[in-house]
Structure formats: C-alpha cells, structure tokens
C-alpha cells in the first residue's frame, strides 16, 4: 500500500469514528506513523483527502459495476451482478460509506458536484437494467427502486450484526428480493 493509499485508508477510519471535523491534521499525520505537516507531501489539505476518499469510491463503484454489467448475459444477471458488487464494497468499506452519509457538507463544491455526477451515473446503471427487467416501468420508478437498494446495502455500518458471510447472504437476498429480481 502506497502511503498515499495509506492515508486515505486511515483518514476513513478516523473520519468515521470521529467525524471529519473531530479529525485534525496532526491527529491523521500520527495515525499514519508521519508528522501532520508531512501530510501536505501527499494531499494539499485535510479536505483534498475528504474529495480523494469519496471522489475515488464514487469512481470504483461506477467502474466495476460498469464491468459486470457489460459481462453479464442479461438484466437479471447484470442486476445480480451489481447487487453482489455493491453488497461486496459496502462490508468491506463501512467507514467510508459513514463517511459519505455524515461529512458530505465538508466536501468542497468541485468534489461534491463531480461525486454526484458518478453517483447519477451509477444509479442509471442500475436503473437502465431495471427498465430492460421490466420495460413497463417508468425511468422515476427504477431509479426510486435503485435508491431504495443502496440504502438497505448502505445500512451496513448500522445493521452489520453478523458476521460478512452472513451479512453477504442476508444483504443481498433482501436486496435482490427488493429490486424483485430474486
């Protein structure tokens, strides 16, 4: 792991347990075995670290989920596909999905507007593999239903009780039960 990648792999930890502004400079410098002024080797501000950390989630998510659609046979296979993806991410990057709920408004504007853009993206993904399942649904109704989905793969942090095999099963079983795919 690069040190770069390090930083932002603590800095999610710490935002997560005490919020982005509860996290300062010096305190996610010594969290990284380096000074916080060595910080600024590698980000310019704590909060190029916030847009890195949800501005590269963001990415990812659209990314692979772009991939396993184009590999799947089907809208069923794509929908399951993209389920298993996003259940996947969300137990192994809890805090950063904290993160992405809690510290939003820490976000400078560029990054915001550039994650919403990933995260409409990804959300038509979804909902275009919807809409082939189910041509008689309306573009509002499969994004509504996309939305829905993350939410309940998205409660992970709150609602990961058992252990991530258990969770995987569970999650996406309910989620694909959602989407009526399963």
Not at 58 to 84: C, F, H, N, Q
Not at 135 to 164: C, E, K, Q, W, Y
């Amino acid at each position: 792991m690069s040190r770069r990648d390090q930083i932002l792999a603590t800095a999610a930890e710490l935002f997560a347990t005490h919020g982005y502004h509860g996290v300062s400079v010096a305190d996610l410098g010594a969290a990284c075995g380096i000074s916080g002024p060595a910080l600024y080797k590698h980000f310019p501000s704590k909060q190029a670290v916030l847009a890195e950390m949800l501005v590269a989630i963001s990415e990812e998510l659209l990314r692979v989920g772009t991939e396993r659609v184009a590999a799947a046979a089907g809208p069923r296979p794509a929908l399951t596909a993209l389920v298993d993806w996003h259940v996947d991410f969300a137990l192994r990057h809890r805090a950063l999905i904290v993160v992405q709920d809690r510290d939003w408004e820490a976000l400078p504007q560029e990054a915001r507007e550039r994650v919403r853009t990933l995260q409409r993206e990804y959300v038509d993904l979804w909902a275009g593999q919807l809409r082939l399942d189910d041509p008689g649904l309306d573009l509002a109704t499969v994004r509504s239903m996309a939305h829905a989905a993350f939410g309940l793969i998205n409660s992970t942090p709150h609602s990961g009780l058992l252990p991530d095999t258990a969770m995987r099963d569970l999650l996406s079983r309910m989620a694909l039960g959602a989407l009526d795919v399963g």
